[in-house]
């Protein structure tokens, strides 16, 4: 072996690398601590989300229909129980629907035009989604539940279906109508910082 080829060969084996560079490098991954990047969320319990939707409904009685949703936004149950975001959503999507159409946009430029209010109109957006993927008006959740297995290895639902969408129509078409809103007033921006947003509601 001549001492061209041992050479190359010594080379090519990384032995030689004693020290770790990375480590010593501060704008190294090894030195960025990942979990600032998620700060932690404060958990909210179901007896926290009843206490708000408590408020919340005590303000749509007195006909603060603006100061409900707004009660419901300010506190989004980022970190709480599927049972907690449920009873969360519920409350939302019976504000919006208590709402008149006419006085949609105009609440939602008065909230859009406060302090934090795109933010806001940006949670929205994502009860929007969550309720128009089915879990508004619970009829998925029904039809689950009225399913019964037969010995076919198909299931079988039971009852007329249209009557246990027919709530789900409506909700559904509350919520389509408050996307159009607002997708007008904060712009498309909005619904891609839904979906790119690691908080999910």
Not at 78 to 100: C, F, M, P, R, W
Not at 149 to 161: I, L, Y
Request: glycine fraction near 10%.
């Amino acid at each position: 072996m001549s001492i061209i080829q041992q050479h190359t060969a010594d080379s090519l084996s990384d032995a030689w690398r004693t020290v770790n560079v990375d480590a010593l490098d501060p704008d190294s991954s090894l030195n960025f601590d990942l979990s600032t990047l998620h700060p932690p969320l404060p958990e909210i319990s179901e007896d926290d989300v009843r206490q708000l939707n408590g408020q919340v409904r005590q303000l749509l009685r007195g006909g603060d229909a603006e100061g409900a949703l707004r009660g419901c936004l300010e506190t989004p149950v980022y970190n709480g129980s599927d049972a907690a975001k449920d009873a969360h959503l519920q409350t939302v999507v019976e504000v919006l629907q208590s709402i008149k159409a006419s006085d949609m946009t105009p609440m939602l430029q008065r909230i859009y035009g406060s302090e934090g209010g795109s933010e806001l109109l940006d949670v929205l957006m994502k009860y929007l989604y969550k309720g128009m993927a089915g879990g508004s008006s619970g009829s998925a959740k029904a039809q689950r539940q009225a399913a019964t297995p037969q010995s076919t290895g198909f299931s079988q639902v039971s009852g007329r279906p249209s009557a246990m969408n027919e709530s789900g129509g409506q909700a559904m078409s509350v919520l389509l109508s408050w996307h159009e809103k607002v997708v007008d007033v904060a712009g498309l921006g909005s619904v891609g910082r839904c979906m790119t947003d690691w908080r999910k509601v």
